[in-house]
Nanobody, 120 residues
């Protein structure tokens, strides 16, 4: 229904910053809620941050105060500004888009993922 393409991942030192981007195309009306999930080796996928078209946001407790999610509705793009990165943030980050914020991981569309590695 909606196609998502992430970019901006890479290798960064602890305390550094990265900004992830996710461009949506196709059925944009299916992207009322957009967010970022991440999955580290040996761990389950978890919600990092989510934002609605109206601008309401939610964050995982582990990233509050360090990450900022935003979206440009005109460009159909969502961003994740990641500051003060920690090794625990190392994971593949996936963009998600859904009609609702509820159970977006079950009913939404997914991007291909972008690797974020935080290491010295």
């Amino acid at each position: 229904q909606v196609q998502l393409v992430e970019s901006g991942g890479g290798l960064v030192q602890p305390g550094g910053s990265l900004r992830l981007s996710c461009a949506a195309s196709g059925n944009i009306y299916s992207a009322n809620a957009m967010g970022w999930y991440r999955q580290a080796p040996g761990k389950q996928r978890e919600l990092v941050a989510q934002i609605t078209r109206a601008g309401s946001t939610v964050y995982a407790d582990s990233v509050k105060g360090r990450f900022t999610i935003s979206r440009d509705n005109a460009k159909n793009t969502v961003y994740l500004q990641m500051d003060s990165l920690k090794p625990e943030d190392t994971a593949i980050y996936y963009c998600n888009a859904a009609r609702s914020t509820i159970a977006a991981d079950r009913f939404g569309s997914w991007g291909q993922g972008t690797q974020v590695t935080v290491s010295s």
